[in-house]
């Protein structure tokens, strides 16, 4: 489905773990806030977070996402 609005990411956190720049995002959904985190390096960036409705858990889960990336 095509949207007529682009999303623009609202970011009210950023932090750098283990080489990542990790960017904590805001929006809502209906009325509830949710959260998502960018991870970003040297080779990209991607979601590593994709919605959740608590910022400990956004950051705990995009820590974990970033410590299964390095453990390869």
């Not at 608590?54 to 705990?60: D, H």
Request: aromatic content about 12%.
């Amino acid at each position: 489905m095509f949207h007529a609005d682009p999303h623009f990411p609202h970011i009210v956190l950023s932090f750098e773990y283990r080489g990542f720049t990790l960017d904590l995002e805001q929006d809502d959904d209906n009325g509830i806030p949710i959260y998502s985190v960018w991870a970003n390096h040297d080779w990209g960036c991607a979601v590593a977070v994709k919605a959740v409705v608590s910022r400990s858990e956004a950051i705990c889960k995009a820590k974990q996402w970033v410590n299964r990336r390095l453990q390869r």
